[in-house]
């Protein structure tokens, strides 16, 4: 059973829209929640969410967490074809490493011009 | 900082062959990852290492599967033998101690196995 579910699990939307990605998750003792954009070939860090509410925002990409419902999730405004990607939701245990994360499947992301 | 490396990029065999995929950490982080991509069940942990040492190895799938770290700067992930379903693409990463910093976890580019 996955821990970590994602959705939708593709997306296809024209330049200059807003996407929302959402990211639930069943983990025992929450440490972490992180997104991760994937285009061809190794995933990179996005963001790293620990509290609830509070919003982290990168440029045009933006990310809360609400702990107590078990969610996230991940805005692009202003989409650009260079967002196009697999963008990746996983969480971290409390008591192991930082990087030893859940993954869930994705969100296929496609921004046509 | 040259990132984790490595080798080879993609890795196609018959079935029945020996694996061995390739990995180095970033220096100075102390604990390595093994992890496994499909289109069916995403990214999944095999294995991780802290300071050389098989912490966890229950996301290795079979007795098929090895991974060994020598030392602070080498893996190793092998498969043998090889059988078709093994066929993904197989990613190394490296953390510093407890993930400190805004990156927690650096992926490396990965190698993509095709077994026929």
């Known amino acids: 059973e996955d821990k970590v579910v994602q959705s939708p699990l593709s997306l296809v939307v024209h330049e200059g829209d807003t996407v929302t990605l959402n990211c639930s998750y069943e983990?025992?003792?929450?440490?972490?929640l992180l997104w991760y954009k994937q285009e061809k070939k190794a995933p990179t860090f996005l963001f790293m969410l620990?509290?609830?509410?509070i919003e982290k925002k990168s440029g045009r990409l933006s990310s809360i967490l609400d702990k107590k419902e078990l969610f996230s999730i991940l805005n692009i405004t202003a989409t650009q074809t260079g967002d196009s990607a697999i963008y990746l939701c996983?969480?971290?245990?409390?008591?192991?490493?930082?990087?030893?994360?859940?993954f869930g499947r994705g969100t296929q992301l496609t921004v046509w011009p | 900082d040259a990132g984790v490396i490595q080798s080879p990029r993609h890795e196609v065999t018959e079935m029945g062959q020996e694996v061995t995929l390739r990995c180095k950490p970033i220096?100075?982080?102390?604990?390595l990852f093994w992890y496994r991509q499909t289109m069916m069940r995403g990214l999944e942990l095999l294995i991780y290492?802290?300071?050389?040492?098989?912490?966890?190895d229950s996301g290795m799938p079979e007795d098929r599967f090895s991974a060994k770290m020598p030392n602070a700067s080498f893996s190793t992930l092998k498969i043998q033998p090889s059988e078709p379903r093994d066929s993904a693409v197989y990613f190394c990463?490296?953390?510093?101690?407890?993930?400190?910093?805004?990156?927690?976890?650096?992926f490396g580019n990965g190698t993509r196995l095709t077994v026929t």
């Open positions: 620990t509290s609830s509410g």
């Open positions: 996983a969480t971290a245990d409390r008591g192991s490493t930082l990087g030893r994360l859940y």
């Open positions: 990463a490296s953390s510093l101690a407890e993930g400190q910093g805004d990156s927690p976890l650096h």
């Open positions: 290492f802290n300071n050389n040492v098989p912490i966890d």
């Open positions: 983990v025992t003792n929450f440490r972490s």
């Open positions: 220096s100075g982080h102390d604990y």
